[in-house]
């Protein structure tokens, strides 16, 4: 079936107008008209529109100016230039400033839908792009035992839905790769999924990020600038971390969240979106609310359906589908032949507790298939790149984790994980970050959670240099 279009069409003259966006809509499509360049430069930057038909020369400001400024404002929408005065140079200029096609006028109606239908196989090959990568893996979940089954079916029901969903987890046990799952599983697939990590972003930034801002709204805003809700339109957006969110700009979410409308910096106006929510935390988001560190009306609007991820210790049997899957990753992108991994190999593999989750097992592989020497990695690989048996192990006869609730023996477990890595890298913070499969903040965090004070170990390591 013919994909439908929302069209704005830019002319100063009003038969130009009415035939134009009469002729779109006997086909199906939907025309907005607007008679000069200010005008449409205010709609473009305000709703969304599948292409940008505009005419050149006009009173005030042409048409030119007016693609000049939709590029430097950073609007996506192709724009196709139309003129009755058209020469070479005009076309080229149009082109150089990024017009997607350059059309003189008078121009046939056949001609007109034949530029609209090309507009709107860009946005169909960007689809097929993203939906050719997710079945080449790069976005796949890979499970098989039943912990990821549980997980897997209640995805599969919240998915069709507009339920805002709460993503639980400790870091690297996939809570992005989920809630992109969810988005490719709803009715928003075809619409952006765009993400922000709140405890990547500075406090005096995140407003600006989220919401947008006008130009020269601050030092600094020499442009307009779309925010994530904006840029989500129609889509999802997808806030990871959202219990490092500054409780100041909680408060402008949860306003967000109960109007459906967001408000640029420097702007004088509302401008409504429409996005799916999803959010993602390492944290306890009920006892950060319980502690006032988290607004308790923002937690109630967001934590309507929590989804927990377990953690890699948690689903041992999926590690044999896991490997497989990464080093078939691996081999593809470096072109290498595939590498099987033995039996002693797989089974060392599921003795390690992976304190990083699925993203340190991901590099560990990269790094296995580096480091060894035949064509199949060993247990003796595996033994060279992980940390020793006492640090990284949790057999049946450990005593290494400690005793009492399994919460202790885990928390005295990765205490050890960490020291043992940070030894073997001569407390060197970002290569033991990188061997544990890490960020650097990250690691911070969980050092100081198992009572680790990483700071003293720099200013120590920093001591003996000197």
Same mark, same amino acid.
């Given at each position: ?178 809630? %992109?799952?969810?988005?490719? =599983?709803?009715? +928003?697939?075809?619409? @952006? ?5 709140? #405890? &990547?972003?500075? !406090? ?103 989804? %927990?991820?377990?953690?890699? =210790?948690?689903? +041992?049997?999926?590690? @044999? ?5 990464? #080093? &078939?990753?691996? !081999? ?135």
């Amino acid at each position: 079936m013919p994909q439908k279009a929302h069209l704005l069409i830019v002319d100063d003259e009003p038969n130009t107008l009415a035939s134009l966006s009469r002729a779109f809509r006997l086909e199906g499509h939907q025309a907005t008209v607007c008679d000069n360049a200010a005008k449409a430069l205010e709609l473009a930057t305000t709703q969304p529109f599948d292409l940008i038909l505009s005419d050149v020369v006009m009173p005030n400001k042409d048409g030119l100016a007016l693609l000049e400024e939709l590029k430097s404002q950073g609007v996506p929408t192709p724009v196709v230039m139309m003129s009755g005065q058209a020469h070479i140079e005009m076309a080229v200029r149009a082109t150089r400033l990024g017009a997607l096609d350059f059309l003189e006028k008078p121009i046939s109606t056949d001609k007109l839908l034949l530029t609209v239908e090309n507009a709107l196989k860009l946005g169909r090959l960007e689809r097929q792009n993203r939906d050719l990568q997710i079945r080449l893996g790069k976005h796949e979940i890979v499970w098989t035992g039943e912990t990821m089954r549980r997980v897997m079916a209640q995805v599969e029901r919240v998915a069709s839905s507009e339920t805002r969903v709460a993503i639980l987890g400790e870091t690297g046990t996939g809570k992005e790769l989920v809630a %992109r799952t969810l988005h490719d =599983r709803s009715p +928003r697939a075809a619409a @952006p999924f765009v993400t922000l990590n709140c #405890a &990547a972003v500075p !406090a005096e930034l995140i407003e600006s990020e989220l919401f947008g801002h006008e130009k020269g709204s601050f030092t600094g805003a020499a442009a307009r600038h779309l925010g994530k809700f904006e840029q989500a339109q129609h889509g999802t957006i997808f806030l990871d971390e959202i219990g490092d969110m500054p409780l100041t700009m909680q408060a402008k979410l949860l306003r967000v969240l109960e109007e459906g409308e967001v408000e640029r910096i420097g702007g004088d106006r509302a401008i409504a979106v429409d996005v799916r929510v999803i959010v993602a935390t390492h944290h306890d988001l009920e006892a950060l609310t319980r502690d006032g560190k988290f607004r308790q009306d923002l937690f109630h609007r967001i934590y309507v359906f929590p989804l %927990r991820l377990p953690p890699l =210790r948690e689903r +041992r049997e999926d590690i @044999p589908a896991l490997v497989e899957h990464f #080093a &078939a990753q691996v !081999a593809a992108t470096n072109n290498w032949k595939p590498m099987p991994f033995t039996a002693d190999a797989i089974a060392a593999l599921q003795q390690y507790a992976w304190p990083g989750n699925i993203r340190e097992l991901r590099n560990a592989v990269e790094r296995l298939m580096l480091l060894a020497t035949a064509n199949e990695v060993t247990a003796e690989t595996v033994a060279l790149a992980l940390p020793t048996p006492a640090a990284g192990r949790l057999g049946p006869d450990s005593t290494n984790a400690g005793s009492g609730p399994l919460a202790d023996r885990v928390r005295a477990f990765e205490k050890q994980t960490i020291l043992a890595e940070l030894k073997r890298n001569h407390n060197q913070i970002s290569n033991t970050a990188r061997a544990l499969g890490l960020e650097r903040s990250h690691l911070y965090k969980k050092a100081e959670q198992v009572g680790i004070d990483l700071k003293t170990v720099r200013s120590e390591t920093d001591r003996q240099e000197r």
